[in-house]
């Protein structure tokens, strides 16, 4: 589990958008699947290296599971220092996101090379496209969805008009995917 934690590091650090890094925007919001880092100045023992769980928690030396989905590092690192007040008075506590793993979104269907990708901060449809290596011949370019799950668990389905977007005509309908989108590619029909 480690080898591929650290592989998974890797390569968020080598495909990451240049200066972007998820601590320094302070709208970041912590997910399941993100690595985060948690440092307590003089406290080596608490030096910890920690996976966001599919329930949105981590755990936790000394206070045990803590919900860390939906908070910003900056939230997240209140809310530990507030948990070892107790334990150790005036804890300098620093949580930083190693690598956003949970912040992906998926492009499948009829383009070059279908999958997750790891998403950098403001990834638009085209953009993902792009990563994904292009449209093949065989793409429905009319016909492609983006496929949302909002807080609520509502899912949405949204159709992206590429040949619009393409030829500079409709901008703003190219918009920044939300983790856990899925950009759908259809197979263009015969007739």
């Not at 220092?81 to 008075?89: A, E, R, S, T, V």
């Not at 090379?113 to 998403?119: A, C, D, S, T, W």
């Given at each position: 589990m480690?080898?591929?934690?650290?592989?998974?590091?890797?390569?968020?650090?080598?495909?990451?958008?240049?200066?972007q890094?998820?601590?320094?925007?302070?709208?970041?919001?912590?997910?399941?699947?993100?690595?985060?880092?948690?440092?307590?100045?003089?406290?080596?023992?608490?030096?910890?290296?920690?996976?966001?769980?599919?329930?949105?928690?981590?755990?936790?030396?000394?206070?045990?599971?803590?919900?860390?989905?939906?908070?910003?590092p900056?939230q997240?690192?209140?809310?530990?220092?507030?948990?070892?007040?107790?334990?150790?008075?005036?804890?300098?506590?620093?949580?930083?996101?190693?690598?956003?793993l949970?912040?992906?979104?998926?492009?499948?269907?009829?383009?070059?090379?279908?999958?997750?990708?790891?998403?950098?901060?403001?990834?638009?449809?085209?953009q993902?496209?792009?990563?994904?290596?292009?449209?093949?011949?065989?793409?429905?370019?009319?016909?492609?969805?983006?496929?949302?799950?909002?807080?609520?668990?509502?899912?949405?389905?949204?159709?992206?008009?590429?040949?619009?977007?393409?030829?500079?005509?409709?901008?703003?309908?190219?918009?920044?995917?939300?983790?856990?989108?899925?950009?759908?590619?259809?197979?263009?029909?015969?007739?």
């Open positions: 480690k080898k591929l934690i650290k592989f998974t590091l890797l390569l968020a650090v080598l495909y990451a958008p240049s200066g890094a998820a601590t320094a925007n302070t709208d970041f919001t912590i997910i399941a699947g993100d690595v985060l880092q948690i440092t307590v100045w003089k406290e080596d023992q608490l030096n910890q290296e920690v996976l966001v769980l599919g329930d949105g928690t981590i755990n936790y030396p000394l206070i045990g599971t803590v919900k860390a989905s939906g908070s910003t900056e997240l690192q209140s809310d530990i220092k507030d948990k070892l007040q107790k334990l150790i008075p005036d804890a300098s506590v620093t949580v930083t996101v190693k690598a956003a949970g912040h992906t979104v998926s492009v499948i269907g009829q383009v070059a090379k279908p999958g997750e990708i790891l998403m950098g901060r403001g990834l638009t449809v085209m993902a496209l792009s990563q994904a290596g292009g449209l093949t011949p065989y793409a429905s370019e009319s016909g492609i969805r983006i496929l949302h799950h909002d807080a609520n668990g509502k899912e949405t389905s949204a159709k992206f008009p590429y040949s619009d977007v393409i030829n500079g005509e409709h901008l703003d309908k190219d918009i920044v995917l939300s983790p856990g989108d899925v950009v759908v590619v259809p197979t263009a029909g015969l007739l």
